[in-house]
């Protein structure tokens, strides 16, 4: 951990030289900056700050696509690569219509260039479930993932990582949609196929797979069945502290959960 924030560091500091050095260059006293830094490295460094500066990771996701554009098209793969990503930074800074669009376009360039079953088609699809569950595009968000859950089960096989990832997505939107058996089917299969993908000395480091711990102890808590949700809240914690820091945001937010369990506890007993 402490070497990963060594390294978003010094991405800090190399994005921060880029973006200085281009208003310098705009204004006449470098020369174009832009066009000596190949946009593969800028894709890499926007990647490198996602967690750490969503904002500086966008700009260096806007220079590397401009200059994916330039040197091999809009519909180049790798430049498909940064519409994606791009995509999903729009969506975590809440900049969803502009999400939509990246989304639709890395979509419609990769069944293109790849068709509607590769790896990467399937991932975007995916993305676009999550997007339209954030808007309460619902049922557009079950399409989505229902074509992502079919096509990574033939191509990968209903216990891959990645048909995981869907499988708990589909639990998550089954319970904004209140269908809490489903909901169960799809968290417990989740939970099932991480257990037997991934060794145990390796599951408390694999994000997917927290995020499906939570998200079961989040039903369970619903169904009262507060032992359960203990648990699982309590393996997802251990898991994240571990994996992203005892103070990054999900690290937190289980604490404060598991507080409100606690408390909902006391105010029963009393």
């Not at 010094?10 to 260059?25: C, D, F, M, Q």
């Not at 890499?44 to 996602?50: P, T």
């Not at 089917?185 to 994000?207: F, S």
Request: overall charge neutral.
């Amino acid at each position: 951990w402490k070497k990963r924030r060594r390294v978003m560091a010094h991405g800090l500091r190399v994005s921060g030289w880029i973006v200085g050095a281009g208003r310098e260059g705009r204004e006449g006293r470098k020369g174009d900056v832009k066009a000596s830094i190949r946009p593969g490295s800028l894709h890499s460094l926007g990647y490198l700050l996602e967690e750490e500066d969503r904002q500086r990771a966008a700009q260096m996701y806007q220079r590397a696509l401009a200059g994916k554009e330039k040197t091999w098209g809009p519909q180049h793969t790798s430049t498909l690569e940064t519409v994606n990503n791009l995509g999903l930074l729009y969506a975590a800074l809440g900049r969803l219509e502009e999400a939509e669009t990246m989304h639709q376009r890395a979509l419609a360039g990769r069944e293109k260039a790849w068709g509607p079953q590769h790896t990467s088609t399937l991932e975007t699809v995916n993305n676009l479930g999550i997007l339209y569950k954030d808007l309460g595009r619902l049922e557009e968000a079950e399409t989505m993932y229902q074509r992502a859950l079919a096509g990574r089960e033939k191509t990968w096989g209903p216990h891959h990582t990645s048909t995981l990832t869907t499988v708990n997505n589909l639990g998550n939107l089954y319970m904004n949609l209140g269908r809490l058996e489903e909901a169960e089917q799809m968290y417990q299969r989740a939970l099932a196929g991480y257990a037997k993908a991934i060794h145990p000395d390796n599951l408390l480091t694999c994000v997917p797979a927290l995020n499906n711990m939570w998200a079961f102890a989040s039903l369970r808590q619903s169904q009262g069945r507060i032992e359960d949700a203990r648990h699982w809240y309590s393996q997802a914690l251990l898991g994240y502290e571990k994996t992203l820091g005892e103070r990054s945001d999900k690290s937190q937010a289980l604490r404060n959960n598991l507080a409100a369990l606690a408390s909902e506890e006391e105010e029963e007993e009393g």
